[in-house]
């Protein structure tokens, strides 16, 4: 077989070993979800895998989730191509897990029994609150999802040689089709053992490809940084020649907007965290609050060293492959560590970490396709239309359909999304996460006095205002790297809105709580649920029933 890497193709590898690496890795998992849908039998056990994984095992599990396509291409080619700017997603997701750890973990695992609306709605209003949050845990999941399927298309587009739009369609419509086979098949413990398998082996993937591109500069991290350098002054495109990769500056401090804008990035990336309902929902899959606990301390590790590995990876590929090339490739910026790959080890080893990052895209879409799936079944379904009168079959019936609306809707989304740098639009779901979620459930858990009227303020004004301010952004329209760059309906100067869209929910929920004050909360259910957070008294009871 010839190794194709052509003078001007863009195409990497040998697209038949390409596929078939991939289609064993499809294999292999599939094996995993359908040995475990074989003890998936209760509702508990689709959503929350029976809540028996271990705090290791969780924190294996939570990194696979987290640890996404943003993590492994967007990251690495925002570096590559940005430099220090880039390197900025990647401490941002990473410290937002203190803020996940010190104020959310525990107290959710103790007041929740399935998705992030149960602890919402513990002492306020049942129907209109889990409306409210099944309608933003879908939005979020649907964020997500897109820049999942934009990152599945890119890389199979490299890997495949595929130039063409409707190629790249197809591509992110099989993954599609097999995220919903993933989760219909094998539920949250199926979901949960693929995300374990896909954190080893794509932690061991990055740290491989670490030792390699510091053994190729001796162990000379400074030569690594200047010769990254060099490759991007010597650039033909002259955006990228005029570049200094190695400080701030490329990308987030040309202007004072631009400056702006990269603070309420920031903001959204640490804050968004703790408000993602697929993250928040995988501390319901361990039996206490204390594994709950140790599983995010292990996800912490894990993920931190995987970040790290990242700030070698994205200067290796600046040295090695360079910016042009990269830019040249189908998926742009998000081509940079499967090129990398190449270049380290060849053909063999390009396909097997493409077949990695392959897998961290199945997995995660997995993850965010149940999350969402389990909210509108519990949540809209079982406690709104049936008012808690549906049965956990029928429960897990109308999940199993939404998980098939939810994978159409992504395959759509996603189609539109190719292109795009998958850190950023991951940055938009946190900015989403962080305005309709966070304030709500941090506001539920240490205010006593918060009342129904201010959670529904806080949820629909932050999701509202966080949608308007994205359609309305660049990211949308209105700029060569926009979704529709041929139109020009932006009227917000900020490609991230967390910054007004964050705090504005903050002050929503202090407001509707002060014009609600006069409808007061059962106080038996605010101090039961201030003494189950805090000391988790009763939750075996509730998890029981």
């Known amino acids: 077989m010839t190794t194709i890497l052509a003078q001007g193709s863009s195409g990497v590898g040998n697209p038949a070993l390409n596929i078939a690496i991939f289609v064993a890795f499809v294999v292999i998992t599939m094996g995993i979800v359908i040995r475990a849908s074989r003890t998936t039998k209760k509702a508990s056990d689709f959503y929350t895998g029976g809540g028996q994984f271990t705090g290791p095992q969780n924190g294996f599990a939570i990194a696979g989730d987290y640890l996404s396509a943003a993590s492994f291409l967007g990251i690495a080619g925002a570096i590559a191509v940005y430099g220090y700017d880039g390197f900025l997603y990647s401490i941002g997701f990473l410290v937002a897990w203190l803020v996940a750890l010190l104020l959310v973990a525990e107290m959710l695992r103790n007041t929740g029994r399935f998705t992030m609306a149960d602890?919402?709605?513990?002492?306020?209003?049942?129907?209109?609150?889990?409306?409210?949050?099944?309608?933003?845990?879908?939005?979020?999941?649907?964020?997500?999802?897109?820049?999942?399927?934009?990152?599945?298309?890119?890389?199979?587009?490299?890997?495949?040689?595929?130039?063409?739009?409707?190629?790249?369609?197809?591509?992110?419509?099989?993954?599609?089709?097999?995220?919903?086979?993933y989760v219909l098949v094998g539920g949250m413990k199926g979901t949960t053992y693929v995300q374990m398998v896909k954190a080893v082996l794509l932690i061991a993937g990055a740290g491989v490809m670490f030792v390699l591109v510091l053994f190729a500069v001796r162990g000379n991290f400074s030569q690594l940084l200047s010769d990254a350098q060099n490759m991007v002054t010597n650039s033909t495109n002259e955006a990228v020649a005029g570049r200094d990769v190695l400080a701030p500056g490329a990308k987030y401090g040309l202007t004072s907007m631009s400056q702006l804008d990269f603070i309420s990035?920031?903001?959204?990336?640490?804050?968004?965290?703790?408000?993602l309902p697929h993250v928040l929902m995988?501390?319901?899959?361990?039996?206490?609050?204390?594994e709950a606990r140790r599983s995010v301390t292990w996800a912490i590790g894990l993920i931190g060293a995987f970040y790290l590995f990242t700030l070698v990876l994205g200067y290796g590929a600046a040295r090695m492959v360079g910016p042009d090339k990269i830019l040249a490739a189908p998926g742009k910026e998000n081509a940079a560590a499967p090129l990398l790959a190449f270049e380290l080890g060849g053909t063999l080893f390009l396909s097997i970490i493409s077949a990695v990052a392959f897998a961290t895209i199945l997995a995660v879409v997995a993850g965010l396709a149940i999350t969402a799936s389990?909210?509108?079944a519990h949540d809209i379904y079982a406690s709104v239309v049936k008012r808690g009168n549906a049965t956990e079959e029928q429960q897990v019936k109308v999940s199993r359909i939404t998980v098939v609306v939810i994978g159409v809707a992504a395959i759509v989304l996603g189609i539109l999304a190719m292109g795009q740098n998958i850190a950023f639009l991951v940055a938009l779901a946190f900015a989403v996460a962080a305005s309709a979620n966070l304030p709500t459930l941090l506001y539920s858990l240490f205010w006593k006095n918060f009342n129904t009227t201010g959670a529904l303020w806080s949820i629909y004004g932050g999701l509202i205002s966080c949608l308007v301010l994205i359609v309305f952004s660049p990211a949308v329209s209105g700029a060569t790297s926009s979704m529709f760059p041929d139109s020009d309906f932006s009227w917000f100067p900020l490609s991230n809105p967390g910054i007004v869209s964050i705090p504005l929910a903050f002050l929503l929920g202090i407001a509707g709580t002060y014009v609600g004050r006069r409808k007061l909360e059962d106080p038996a259910k605010q101090a039961e649920m201030e003494v189950r957070s805090l000391t988790g008294v009763g939750v075996e009871k509730a998890v029981a029933h």
């Open 265 to 275: 990035l920031g903001i959204a990336l640490v804050l968004g965290t703790a408000g």
């Open 374 to 376: 389990a909210s509108f």
């Open 119 to 181: 602890v919402l709605s513990f002492r306020l209003k049942q129907r209109p609150v889990r409306m409210a949050a099944a309608l933003s845990t879908l939005v979020v999941s649907l964020f997500y999802l897109l820049a999942q399927m934009a990152g599945a298309g890119g890389l199979v587009a490299l890997l495949l040689d595929i130039h063409d739009k409707a190629g790249q369609a197809i591509v992110v419509a099989v993954v599609g089709v097999l995220m919903i086979v």
């Open 282 to 290: 995988r501390f319901y899959t361990v039996p206490t609050a204390k």
